[in-house]
């Protein structure tokens, strides 16, 4: 799994700021920002976002197919958090969303999605607007982006398996498990390999195929060394691929 330190926040272009207060239903048991709570301040920046540059009517749909979270330095609870928000890479039908967190107490998190944009009724990808890609362009050091998985490794027979039952609340307007879900199950077997989770970190997910409710889900895990593999599947059948690697030190400089 790829450990290379995620893109700087561009010197230039158009990079969109939110900010607000961290709430007591976003910390776990430590006071630490929870996990799904991050993938619910990604989406909500990503609204704001589409809000801000008045592009949310021409570009509503949108699914995540990486998540790349980087946990420099936990951000805790009593905490406002600075989110800014930006495109570091980019095709006419997807890109590469980056998003910094700063906590006011030091707390850093650093974030990448990619973001395909959807056509609803054909449940296919469809191009952006011309004003949209050129926006969006202008921090953009990849303009042909293309997708490539981060991962390769088949499901593991000898895994650790964990079941996952499925609430109605997972499920989001497209009949599909949440991508804020997938991390309430990286959640869930964390403590597993708290030594990891413990020193800075990058946890991954790529979805490759959705889960709908009703279906059985199992979470398989394997550790090997520094770094641990998960598996999402439904009767054997890989829904997502997940993994958790200690960056390697130094870690990256502070807040800005």
Not at 82 to 93: A, K
Not at 218 to 246: C, E, K, L, N, P
Request: with cysteine; hydrophobic share 35%.
């Amino acid at each position: 799994m790829h450990t290379e330190p995620l893109a700087p926040v561009p010197e230039t272009g158009h990079i969109f700021e939110t900010s607000w207060r961290m709430g007591t239903a976003d910390m776990d048991d430590n006071y630490h920002l929870r996990l799904d709570s991050t993938a619910r301040y990604l989406q909500e920046a990503g609204v704001e976002h589409l809000d801000h540059t008045e592009m949310h009517d021409e570009h509503p749909h949108w699914i995540v197919r990486r998540t790349v979270v980087d946990v420099i330095r936990p951000i805790e609870w009593p905490e406002q958090v600075r989110l800014r928000r930006w495109c570091s890479g980019l095709s006419p039908r997807w890109c590469n969303m980056r998003v910094r967190i700063d906590g006011a107490k030091g707390g850093l998190i650093e974030t990448e999605g990619f973001w395909i944009h959807m056509n609803k009724a054909t449940m296919g990808p469809s191009r952006m607007s011309d004003d949209f890609f050129a926006t969006m362009a202008t921090t953009a050091t990849d303009q042909r982006l293309r997708w490539r998985s981060w991962f390769s490794e088949p499901l593991d027979p000898d895994a650790a398996i964990l079941e996952f039952p499925l609430r109605r609340t997972d499920v989001d307007h497209f009949q599909h498990v949440t991508n804020a879900s997938y991390w309430h199950g990286i959640h869930e077997v964390a403590d597993r390999f708290a030594d990891l989770f413990a020193k800075p970190h990058r946890l991954v997910i790529e979805y490759a195929k959705p889960i709908t409710y009703g279906e059985n889900v199992q979470i398989h895990t394997v550790r090997s060394g520094d770094t641990v593999h998960i598996w999402f599947a439904v009767d054997g059948d890989v829904r997502s691929h997940a993994g958790v690697v200690v960056l390697p030190d130094p870690p990256r400089e502070g807040t800005e």
